[in-house]
């Protein structure tokens, strides 16, 4: 049996190498050609060819997470037919690969995938991503990875609360155009506060170029307004800069780790994690995904071939692929927007491709 596993081993790794480089080469053209607008602006005068190509191959890791699943899919596929049409899975059956042994041999190589797809997608991708950006900050001054309204962080003081919205970060860890609005305890803003930029170091925001507005609501007739301008002003906060860079991260780009914090400090300031969540549980599930590929792979052995060749196959593979892939993207939205329980949100395209897989296996393997 040894030699068995090592040869389907051995396929697969092969096969599932392959295709994985195939996309991840016409990932890394199509980032290429939309980094292409980016080189020779008058803003960027340095940023060129060179660093593009850089940055481009920085984002492969961040690739290689989102489509490991479906390469482990298409390869195990095109190794599990090819051995059926050239009967050469027929006589590993009659050596005593039964339907079981060979489940247990493919689940176990699936467990190899699911501990490379999580090291990739919580360890190396996010480095990655961290490191690209500041790449591109190199050039560009500054990036912002949430949109265009920046991060918003909240925490509580004591009775007063704190609205702090970050436009970008510098790529010295400066923060730049951010604003603070201070609340009081029935819930009224107090304060208005806008720097230019600010420095986080020992638990206190050093900020630069300050502008507060003070909001006087003692008198229901009229409220008063006091504008005051200081150069520089030392703001005590539990926000640390690793809060901020966490923010100003998409989550798909976040580690585990991160993602659990940042949702344990939102519910400790009342701020909705929904987002982060389902985010934080599709990290969870998504290298399980791995699992259930190799599981929906195995019948395509117990198939027969004739005339036509396994090109059909695979293609069918790859549609699979893509459609699990769309499915998982689908449910985050709905999930979000409909206010599902997130982990059942991140683990239904999972479940669906499971109950697949064991269709698929009990018709095709273990009832012909």
Not at 277 to 298: D, G, H, N, Q, T
Request: glycine share 8%; net charge positive.
């Amino acid at each position: 049996m040894k030699t068995i596993r090592r040869l389907i081993y051995i396929e697969v790794l092969k096969a599932v190498a392959f295709v994985t480089l195939g996309f991840l080469s016409l990932f890394f053209f199509f980032d290429f050609v939309d980094e292409l607008q980016s080189i020779g602006q008058p803003g960027t005068p340095g940023y060129g060819a060179a660093q593009a190509l850089m940055y481009v191959a920085l984002l492969i890791p961040s690739h290689l997470y989102e489509l490991l699943p479906i390469t482990v899919l298409i390869g195990t596929i095109f190794v599990m037919a090819r051995l059926a049409q050239s009967s050469e899975y027929t006589i590993l059956r009659t050596s005593g690969l039964g339907p079981w042994r060979a489940l247990r041999t493919l689940l176990v190589l699936g467990l190899g995938f699911v501990v490379l797809t999580f090291a990739v997608g919580d360890y190396v991708s996010p480095a990655s991503g961290r490191v690209a950006q500041l790449l591109k900050s190199r050039y560009q001054g500054t990036y912002s990875l949430v949109g265009y309204t920046g991060a918003w962080l909240r925490e509580k003081q004591g009775d007063k609360s704190y609205a702090v919205n970050v436009a970008s970060i510098s790529r010295n860890a400066m923060l730049k155009d951010l604003r603070i609005f201070e609340f009081g305890p029935n819930g009224l803003l107090v304060s208005h506060t806008s720097a230019a930029q600010a420095h986080i170091s020992n638990g206190v925001w050093t900020l630069v170029g300050v502008e507060r507005q003070e909001y006087d609501t003692g008198n229901a007739d009229k409220v008063r307004v006091t504008t005051t301008h200081t150069p520089v002003v030392n703001w005590p906060t539990s926000l640390t800069n690793e809060m901020v860079s966490v923010a100003l991260l998409r989550p798909d780009r976040m580690r585990t780790i991160d993602l659990f914090e940042y949702i344990q400090h939102l519910d400790a300031n009342g701020q909705t994690a929904q987002r982060y969540e389902i985010e934080f549980w599709r990290k969870v599930f998504y290298p399980l995904s791995c699992l259930v590929m190799v599981v929906l792979a195995l019948p395509f052995a117990y198939l027969h071939f004739r005339q036509a060749g396994i090109t059909a196959y695979v293609f069918g593979g790859v549609m699979i692929g893509i459609s699990f892939f769309l499915l998982n993207n689908v449910f985050g939205y709905l999930g979000n927007l409909s206010n599902w329980l997130p982990w059942i949100t991140a683990a239904a395209p999972g479940l669906i491709y499971s109950v697949m897989s064991l269709a698929a296996f009990t018709w095709l393997v273990l009832r012909r």
